[in-house]
């Protein structure tokens, strides 16, 4: 019985895989203008998450909330509507009584 999990000796990962990685190579000169914006709130002992990730050709907002089962995405082809609709939802909740904690890059480590 041979285990599935155990890797072919004849396996070259960049042989096999040197097709499919030629198509990222232009996505990794685009990161640059990739912007990310992430706001953590707070009310009532809950902590929710509203993020942004913005590119030329698009974006996508998250939110996160404790009392939904799942987080929420809404994606956008025009970035600067979705910072448009990020920007009324974080006031939104503002005025809701939602404290903002942070609102900048999104944290790491």
């Known amino acids: 019985m ?5 890797p072919s000796a004849d396996f070259e990962f960049d042989e096999d895989f040197d097709d499919e ?23 009532q ?12 050709v698009g974006a996508a907002i998250c939110r996160i909330d404790p009392r939904e089962t799942s987080p929420a995405v809404q994606l956008y082809d ?9 920007t009324r939802s974080l ?13 900048g890059l999104p944290l790491q480590g």
């Not at 006031?91 to 609102?103: E, F, I, P, Q």
Request: aromatic residues 12%; proline residues 3%.
């Open 21 to 43: 990685f030629a198509d990222f190579e232009e996505f990794d000169a685009d990161i640059d203008n990739v912007v990310v914006r992430t706001a953590i709130l707070e009310k």
């Open 78 to 86: 025009d970035p600067s509507a979705a910072l448009l609709w990020f």
């Open 91 to 103: 006031s939104t909740s503002k005025r809701n009584g939602w404290n903002v904690v942070y609102d």
């Open 45 to 56: 002992n809950m902590v929710a998450l509203l993020c942004i990730k913005s590119a030329p």
């Open 2 to 6: 041979s285990n599935e999990q155990e």
